[in-house]
């Protein structure tokens, strides 16, 4: 049993910080990705920014420049620092785990809960 637990989300003004920290534990596994994506209100979830075993990463075009993903494996945790925000970054942003257990080559995806990021003067 894998478990995500989200951090970091809050209230803050256009053209301030915020860092998102996602932990993963549970039952022995490996993780192949981990990312964050995002849901707006009345909108499709989608993707903010990714990071694979490599150390590469991927990020949605609204995140580049702004947005840095990076992840501590010793802690299998992975972090979103996001930088000079702006109103149309309001979403719930939600962690994504792509892993498979030990000594299983099928990958599996789990969602974090979500934490609320809401950025108004």
């Known amino acids: 049993q894998v478990q995500l637990v989200e951090s970091g989300g809050g209230l803050v003004q256009p053209g301030e910080s915020l860092r998102l920290s996602c932990a993963a534990s549970g039952s022995r596994f490996t993780i192949n990705v981990m990312g964050w994506y995002r849901q707006a209100s009345g909108k499709q979830r989608e993707l903010v920014a990714t990071?694979?075993?490599?150390?590469?990463?991927n990020y949605a075009d609204s995140a580049l420049g702004r947005f840095s993903i990076s992840r501590d494996n010793a802690k299998n945790t992975v972090y979103l620092q996001m930088n000079s925000l702006k109103p149309e970054d309001t979403a719930v942003y939600y962690c994504?785990?792509?892993?498979?257990?030990?000594?299983?080559?099928?990958?599996?995806?789990?969602w974090g809960q979500g934490t609320q990021v809401t950025v108004s003067s």
């Open positions: 990071i694979f075993n490599d150390g590469s990463t």
């Open positions: 994504y785990l792509d892993y498979s257990p030990l000594n299983d080559k099928r990958r599996y995806g789990y």
